[in-house]
Nanobody
Framework: QVQLVESGGGLVQAGGSLRLSCAAS????????MGWFRQAPGKEREFVAA????????DYVESVKGRFTISRDNAKNTVYLQMNSLKPEDTAVYYC??????????????????WGQGTQVTVSS
């Protein structure tokens, strides 16, 4: 069984920064790509970013390119999402998820098999 636990969310003013962390249990973390998704109130869950097993390949939704950075530390079984220049429209619950494969396979949530419980990010204007 794989468990994913997010942390690092909170309330921040527009223009500020937050770093989310996702700690994974189990020994197979380094064998899989990982992703971040978010869901705002009344909206569907959307893809934010993904990173391959090795960290050599990443993917971002257009709205966060240049502001967010996904990274991972396989020795610590942790994936991160550094969020800079935050905007009110970034307000959402952020979830990390494990891809079914080692490479970045796309932006659909169906590509991911394990999910964390989410962490709230609120950006005030």
């Amino acid at each position: 069984q794989v468990q994913l636990v997010e942390s690092g969310g909170g309330l921040v003013q527009a223009g500020g920064s937050l770093r989310l962390s996702c700690a994974a249990s189990g020994r197979t973390f380094s064998g899989y790509a990982m992703g971040w998704f978010r869901q705002a109130p009344g909206k569907e869950r959307e893809f934010v970013a993904a990173i391959s097993r090795s960290g050599s390949n990443t993917d971002y939704v257009e709205s966060v390119k240049g502001r967010f950075t996904i990274s991972r530390d396989n020795a610590k079984n942790t994936v991160y999402l550094q969020m800079n220049s935050l905007k009110p429209e970034d307000t959402a619950v952020y979830y990390c998820a494990r891809d079914r494969r080692s490479v970045v396979t796309g932006r659909s949530s169906y590509n991911y098999d394990y999910w964390g419980q989410g962490t709230q990010v609120t950006v005030s204007s």
